[in-house]
């Protein structure tokens, strides 16, 4: 079983920084992708960054030269660092572990960005 917790949400201003930590518990590889979505209200969830296991990295657009995903492969734990961030960046953000085709979620960070 895999169980994912993410943390580091909270109420920033535009223009401010966060990092956000996901810490995986269970069977996670340096294989397995990961990787962090959100969901805005009345939005569906969409994709942010994610990292491969050779550490290939992919951005959405709207966060590219903004945002910065990196792991820690021995502490199970994906990071994404965001920095310039906007009110269109509010949204609750979910650690995300493909392991072998089965996916698994965390609860979600909230992130609000708002002055």
């Known amino acids: 079983q895999v169980q994912l917790v993410e943390s580091g949400g909270g109420l920033v201003q535009p223009g401010g920084s966060l990092r956000l930590s996901c810490v995986a518990s269970?069977?996670?590889?340096?294989?397995?992708?990961m990787g962090w979505y959100r969901q805005a209200p009345g939005k569906q969830r969409e994709l942010v960054a994610t990292?491969?296991?050779?550490?290939?990295?992919n951005y959405a657009d709207s966060v590219k030269g903004r945002f910065t995903i990196s792991r820690d492969n021995a502490a199970k734990t994906v990071y994404l660092q965001m920095n310039s961030l906007k009110p269109e960046d509010t949204a609750v953000y979910y650690c995300?572990?493909?392991?072998?085709?089965?996916?698994?979620w965390g609860e979600g960070t909230l992130v609000t960005i708002s002055s």
């Open positions: 995300h572990v493909d392991r072998w085709g089965i996916d698994y």
């Open positions: 269970g069977s996670i590889f340096s294989i397995n992708p």
């Open positions: 990292i491969g296991s050779n550490d290939h990295t």
